[in-house]
């Protein structure tokens, strides 16, 4: 009987730390994934060069992999925001007190005609505007989100995470386009008064539905950057099928 007991025992320690090790490895996934698909590509000076290492299609691959990932946690983190501070009335009424989108102004294609019909050049310079736009906010909506008292560690971690990898796939799509259109280094400088003004403090209940706005604003980008991306490999492979 002690032996069985000394079996049982063991068997549960170890399932246990199983356990134990894949709630940590879901808690980290963000991590994880990152340092499986490395986008940066520099010299040892630290400029973007062109990648001599690694393909044009891996490095679109690598460009698609973090455009998914930003917008399944953009998902995860709206999602949260809502169950968190956002009433399930007050959902639907963004839109409706004069909350519009930053990037409502930028030249990006909307109809599926409009995005049919640009070239594989604007594909890219509409995916690198819409992420240079939104590098500036999201900095802004982790500033926000630290002055909730009851914001949870991981939607600060998921905010903080995609501001990150924001700026990772930046270099990557500017480094893409030297590659496929062997264009000069565009300048991922942001304007001192671009799209988004944020100096003056709102109220409490205006401040949570600018950032709900926010975080709803940057989930659709975030899938359009992942859609045009996925348009631009399609259009590599099977040109005249693609959708």
């Given amino acids: 009987m002690d032996v069985f007991l000394c079996i049982s025992v063991f068997l549960v320690v170890c399932l246990v730390s199983v356990v134990q090790q894949g709630v940590w490895a879901l808690l980290l996934w963000p991590s994880l994934f990152s340092s499986c698909l490395p986008l940066d590509c520099k010299e040892e000076q630290g400029s973007l060069s062109r990648c001599p290492s690694i393909s044009q299609e891996k490095l679109l691959d690598r460009i698609i992999q973090h455009a998914e990932l930003i917008y399944r946690v953009s998902e995860e983190s709206c999602s949260l925001f ?13 839109n409706q007190v004069g909350y519009a989108c930053i990037t409502k102004a930028l030249p990006i294609p909307s109809s599926k005609s409009e995005i049919q019909q640009i070239s594989d050049k604007w594909l890219l310079h509409s995916v690198l505007m819409l992420v240079q736009s939104w ?9 926000s989100l630290d002055r909730y008292d009851a914001a949870p560690d991981m939607l600060l971690n998921k905010t903080k995470w ?36 944020y100096d003056v403090q709102p109220e409490m209940l205006e401040s949570v539905m600018r950032d709900y706005t926010l975080l ?28």
């Fill in 82 to 94: 809502e169950q968190m501070f956002i009433p399930f009335p007050l959902q639907f009424q963004r």
């Fill in 162 to 197: 995609v501001s990150e990898k924001l700026i990772s796939l930046e270099q990557g799509v500017v480094v893409l386009i030297k590659k496929m259109l062997d264009e000069g280094m565009l300048t991922s400088n942001h304007s001192d008064q671009g799209l988004f003004q």
């Fill in 216 to 243: 709803s604003c940057f989930k659709k980008d975030a899938h359009k950057m992942e859609t045009f991306l996925k348009l631009l490999k399609c259009r590599q492979t099977d040109k005249y099928n693609c959708v």
């Fill in 135 to 143: 590098i500036e906010p999201l900095v802004y909506l982790q500033t």
